[in-house]
Protein backbone atom coordinates (compact mmCIF):
# COMPACT_ATOMS: atom_id res chain seq x y z
CA UNK A 1 0.00 0.00 0.00
CA UNK A 2 1.49 3.93 -0.79
CA UNK A 3 1.29 6.66 1.29
CA UNK A 4 -1.53 8.07 -1.02
CA UNK A 5 -3.87 4.43 -0.71
CA UNK A 6 -3.07 5.07 3.20
CA UNK A 7 -4.21 8.63 3.17
CA UNK A 8 -7.27 7.76 0.90
CA UNK A 9 -7.96 5.63 4.01
CA UNK A 10 -7.84 7.69 6.76
CA UNK A 11 -9.55 10.37 4.69
CA UNK A 12 -12.38 8.97 2.99
CA UNK A 13 -12.88 5.90 5.21
CA UNK A 14 -11.85 7.02 8.87
CA UNK A 15 -9.99 3.73 9.06
CA UNK A 16 -6.99 2.18 8.36
CA UNK A 17 -6.50 -1.59 8.30
CA UNK A 18 -2.89 -1.98 8.49
CA UNK A 19 -2.08 0.61 11.23
CA UNK A 20 -5.56 -0.71 12.97
CA UNK A 21 -6.92 3.06 13.84
CA UNK A 22 -10.08 4.28 13.58
CA UNK A 23 -11.48 7.99 13.52
CA UNK A 24 -14.00 8.50 15.16
CA UNK A 25 -15.63 12.39 14.47
CA UNK A 26 -18.32 14.00 12.38
CA UNK A 27 -18.72 13.86 8.75
CA UNK A 28 -17.66 16.87 6.79
CA UNK A 29 -20.22 19.03 5.69
CA UNK A 30 -20.69 22.73 3.96
CA UNK A 31 -19.13 25.90 5.60
CA UNK A 32 -22.67 26.22 7.25
CA UNK A 33 -23.67 23.14 8.15
CA UNK A 34 -24.22 23.07 12.12
CA UNK A 35 -22.23 19.87 13.63
CA UNK A 36 -24.25 17.46 13.88
CA UNK A 37 -22.62 15.08 16.74
CA UNK A 38 -22.77 11.78 17.38
CA UNK A 39 -25.52 10.53 14.43
CA UNK A 40 -26.26 7.41 12.00
CA UNK A 41 -23.66 8.27 9.69
CA UNK A 42 -21.41 8.38 12.26
CA UNK A 43 -22.05 4.93 13.70
CA UNK A 44 -22.65 3.23 10.97
CA UNK A 45 -19.77 4.13 9.62
CA UNK A 46 -17.43 3.18 12.69
CA UNK A 47 -19.20 0.10 12.96
CA UNK A 48 -18.15 -1.20 9.76
CA UNK A 49 -14.66 -0.56 10.35
CA UNK A 50 -14.76 -1.95 13.49
CA UNK A 51 -16.26 -5.00 12.28
CA UNK A 52 -13.46 -4.89 9.98
CA UNK A 53 -10.68 -5.01 11.87
CA UNK A 54 -12.12 -7.14 14.33
CA UNK A 55 -13.00 -9.68 11.42
CA UNK A 56 -9.05 -9.76 10.39
CA UNK A 57 -7.26 -10.21 13.38
CA UNK A 58 -7.65 -9.84 17.29
CA UNK A 59 -4.92 -7.53 17.50
CA UNK A 60 -5.27 -4.00 19.39
CA UNK A 61 -7.16 -1.20 17.68
CA UNK A 62 -6.62 2.49 18.57
CA UNK A 63 -9.67 4.86 17.77
CA UNK A 64 -9.49 8.94 17.92
CA UNK A 65 -12.21 10.19 19.12
CA UNK A 66 -13.06 13.98 18.51
CA UNK A 67 -16.95 14.94 18.61
CA UNK A 68 -19.44 17.00 20.03
CA UNK A 69 -21.84 14.52 21.34
CA UNK A 70 -25.14 13.63 19.72
CA UNK A 71 -27.94 11.15 19.96
CA UNK A 72 -28.17 8.53 22.06
CA UNK A 73 -29.09 5.94 20.57
CA UNK A 74 -26.24 6.25 17.56
CA UNK A 75 -24.06 6.71 20.30
CA UNK A 76 -25.18 3.39 21.98
CA UNK A 77 -24.50 1.55 19.21
CA UNK A 78 -20.82 2.38 19.04
CA UNK A 79 -20.75 1.87 22.67
CA UNK A 80 -22.05 -1.51 22.26
CA UNK A 81 -19.87 -2.22 19.08
CA UNK A 82 -16.33 -1.42 21.25
CA UNK A 83 -17.70 -3.57 24.13
CA UNK A 84 -18.58 -6.34 22.03
CA UNK A 85 -14.89 -6.57 20.33
CA UNK A 86 -12.88 -9.03 20.77
CA UNK A 87 -10.41 -6.62 20.00
CA UNK A 88 -8.40 -4.61 22.96
CA UNK A 89 -9.46 -0.94 22.13
CA UNK A 90 -7.43 1.84 23.31
CA UNK A 91 -8.88 5.23 22.35
CA UNK A 92 -7.91 8.48 22.51
CA UNK A 93 -9.79 12.05 23.21
CA UNK A 94 -8.83 15.20 21.61
CA UNK A 95 -10.55 18.98 22.07
CA UNK A 96 -13.63 17.84 23.86
CA UNK A 97 -15.39 14.43 25.74
CA UNK A 98 -18.93 15.82 26.33
CA UNK A 99 -22.29 14.66 26.11
CA UNK A 100 -22.78 11.60 24.49
CA UNK A 101 -18.24 11.54 22.91
CA UNK A 102 -18.41 10.65 26.90
CA UNK A 103 -20.36 8.12 27.12
CA UNK A 104 -18.63 6.43 23.93
CA UNK A 105 -15.57 7.19 25.51
CA UNK A 106 -16.12 4.68 28.85
CA UNK A 107 -16.28 1.62 26.34
CA UNK A 108 -12.74 1.02 25.72
CA UNK A 109 -10.23 -0.80 27.48
CA UNK A 110 -7.48 2.23 28.00
CA UNK A 111 -9.41 5.62 28.04
CA UNK A 112 -6.23 8.09 27.15
CA UNK A 113 -7.00 12.20 27.11
CA UNK A 114 -5.38 14.88 26.01
CA UNK A 115 -4.03 17.26 28.05
CA UNK A 116 -5.67 20.41 26.75
CA UNK A 117 -9.03 18.33 26.24
CA UNK A 118 -11.94 18.80 28.38
CA UNK A 119 -14.86 16.53 29.85
CA UNK A 120 -18.06 17.36 30.14
CA UNK A 121 -21.35 15.55 31.55
CA UNK A 122 -25.02 15.83 31.80
CA UNK A 123 -28.63 14.68 31.68
CA UNK A 124 -29.45 15.88 28.59
CA UNK A 125 -32.31 17.60 26.79
CA UNK A 126 -35.32 16.32 25.24
CA UNK A 127 -37.61 17.41 22.58
CA UNK A 128 -41.19 15.10 23.12
CA UNK A 129 -44.09 16.49 21.86
CA UNK A 130 -47.47 14.69 20.52
CA UNK A 131 -50.13 13.07 22.30
CA UNK A 132 -49.86 13.05 26.04
CA UNK A 133 -49.47 9.68 26.75
CA UNK A 134 -46.84 9.41 24.30
CA UNK A 135 -44.68 11.63 25.73
CA UNK A 136 -45.28 10.31 29.21
CA UNK A 137 -43.95 7.14 27.95
CA UNK A 138 -40.64 8.60 26.50
CA UNK A 139 -39.97 10.24 29.86
CA UNK A 140 -40.36 7.25 31.35
CA UNK A 141 -37.71 5.96 29.00
CA UNK A 142 -35.46 8.96 29.31
CA UNK A 143 -34.98 8.62 32.91
CA UNK A 144 -34.01 4.93 31.97
CA UNK A 145 -31.44 6.54 30.11
CA UNK A 146 -30.17 8.77 32.51
CA UNK A 147 -29.59 5.70 34.83
CA UNK A 148 -28.12 3.89 32.12
CA UNK A 149 -26.09 6.75 31.64
CA UNK A 150 -24.75 6.49 35.38
CA UNK A 151 -23.83 3.06 35.43
CA UNK A 152 -21.37 3.50 32.14
CA UNK A 153 -19.72 6.26 34.27
CA UNK A 154 -19.79 4.66 37.69
CA UNK A 155 -18.53 1.47 36.59
CA UNK A 156 -15.29 3.28 35.40
CA UNK A 157 -15.23 6.33 37.98
CA UNK A 158 -15.12 3.58 40.93
CA UNK A 159 -11.43 3.03 40.34
CA UNK A 160 -10.86 6.95 39.92
CA UNK A 161 -8.79 8.07 42.76
CA UNK A 162 -11.32 10.26 43.61
CA UNK A 163 -13.75 8.27 44.60
CA UNK A 164 -11.15 6.21 46.35
CA UNK A 165 -9.86 8.66 48.67
CA UNK A 166 -13.97 9.70 49.38
CA UNK A 167 -14.84 6.32 50.40
CA UNK A 168 -11.28 5.20 52.10
CA UNK A 169 -10.88 2.44 49.61
CA UNK A 170 -14.44 0.98 49.78
CA UNK A 171 -16.42 2.90 46.59
CA UNK A 172 -19.36 0.84 45.74
CA UNK A 173 -21.22 1.69 42.24
CA UNK A 174 -24.14 2.94 44.07
CA UNK A 175 -22.29 5.23 45.87
CA UNK A 176 -20.52 6.51 43.18
CA UNK A 177 -23.63 6.59 40.74
CA UNK A 178 -25.68 8.84 43.92
CA UNK A 179 -22.52 11.45 44.01
CA UNK A 180 -22.57 11.48 39.86
CA UNK A 181 -26.72 11.94 40.54
CA UNK A 182 -26.27 14.86 42.51
CA UNK A 183 -23.71 16.69 40.42
CA UNK A 184 -25.20 16.06 37.52
CA UNK A 185 -28.40 18.11 38.67
CA UNK A 186 -26.83 21.28 38.83
CA UNK A 187 -26.20 21.17 35.25
CA UNK A 188 -23.43 20.46 32.50
CA UNK A 189 -20.58 19.55 34.62
CA UNK A 190 -17.38 20.88 32.88
CA UNK A 191 -13.62 19.64 34.15
CA UNK A 192 -10.24 19.32 32.39
CA UNK A 193 -8.12 16.74 31.33
CA UNK A 194 -6.32 16.30 34.68
CA UNK A 195 -9.73 16.24 36.67
CA UNK A 196 -11.31 13.83 34.41
CA UNK A 197 -8.44 11.31 35.08
CA UNK A 198 -8.47 12.31 39.00
CA UNK A 199 -12.84 11.73 38.67
CA UNK A 200 -12.03 8.26 36.75
CA UNK A 201 -13.53 9.27 33.53
CA UNK A 202 -10.10 8.71 31.96
CA UNK A 203 -7.11 6.39 32.79
CA UNK A 204 -3.92 8.68 31.73
CA UNK A 205 -3.40 11.89 30.35
CA UNK A 206 -0.99 11.62 27.35
CA UNK A 207 1.25 14.15 25.36
CA UNK A 208 3.45 11.98 23.53
CA UNK A 209 2.60 8.92 20.72
CA UNK A 210 5.50 6.88 22.28
CA UNK A 211 3.43 6.52 25.49
CA UNK A 212 0.47 4.52 24.06
CA UNK A 213 0.63 1.10 25.50
Request: proline letters at 1%.
Amino acid sequence: MTEKDILYDYHNYGCNLGSREIFLHNHYGSNDEENPGVEYKMSNTFIKNLRALDAKSSDQVTIHLQSVGGEWSDGMAIFDAVTMSRCYVTMIAYGQVESMSSIIFQSADTRYITPNTYFMSHFGSTEAGGHYLNVQNWVKYEKYICDVMLEVYAKKCVKGKYFQDRYEGKPTIGKVKNFLNTKLKSGDWYINAEEAVHYGFADEIIDSWEKIK
